[in-house]
């Protein structure tokens, strides 16, 4: 895979880029390493543009994305959004739209897909209260949440690796559900570096780290992480009250 950063509206594409399928999102981590991680594990040679918000204080801040948005993107999709993808006529937005996509035509749905489909939803619920608390609320209030919401979701996704026993969510595989999982846990991790304290460090438990460790060990996922392709940093944009970067 390829990556570009685009600070322009020019560079906000309508069509595949370089003949490639093309993940299309901010410059951050946000909602698009799942997709990110998928691509990778399925072997998709894909183009990953990556817009530029740019500094708020700045003449210059979020320009690229909204005209394009109103324009271009709303001639091929109607409803245009970030994250989306372009694969050949294919033309879509929402996170967990893509990463069923990308599933079934590179040939890892799970067997189990009515837990799959479960799990990235309850995920996705869980990554909109953080964005909303990120974005909208004090550090405090972020704080508060992961010391109490946190462990009380973690606890459940610790059980149901236990009770399946075969090291990923819905089998011995990852699927789609497994890179939300590593996502929201990534996140949280570089939460707890910049906002956590001792007394805190364990609310991603040992197992859940062990877990990390089972997807980052994956061959592809492996190689691209320690790639400068990678983009671990910054989890969101510079107008969060909360970037992690």
Known sequence: MTFKVVTEESGVPDTMVDGK?????????????PIRLALVYAGVDFVDIRIEAGDPSGDNFNKAYPPAKAGKLSKIMPFPNLPYLLDGDVAIAQTNTILHFVARKYGFVSSQEHLT????????????????????????????????????????????????????????APRIDDFKLYSVLHKLCVLQGDLGSDETKSIVTDDLLEYM??????????????????????INNPIANWIGK
């Not at 990120?134 to 690796?161: C, N, Q, R």
């Open 21 to 33: 399928p093309t993940l299309v999102y901010w410059n951050i981590v946000g909602l698009a390493l």
């Open 117 to 172: 489909d479960y799990y990235c939803d309850q995920l996705t619920d869980i990554e909109s209260e953080m964005v909303r608390l990120m974005y909208g609320k004090s550090l405090d209030a972020v704080v508060h949440w992961y010391t109490t919401s946190a462990p009380v979701f973690l606890a459940k996704f610790s059980e149901i690796l236990k009770s399946g026993g075969k090291g990923f969510l819905t089998g011995d």
């Open 213 to 234: 460790k089972r997807v980052e060990e994956l061959p592809k996922i492996k190689e691209y992480l320690a790639s400068p392709d990678n983009l671990p940093k910054p």
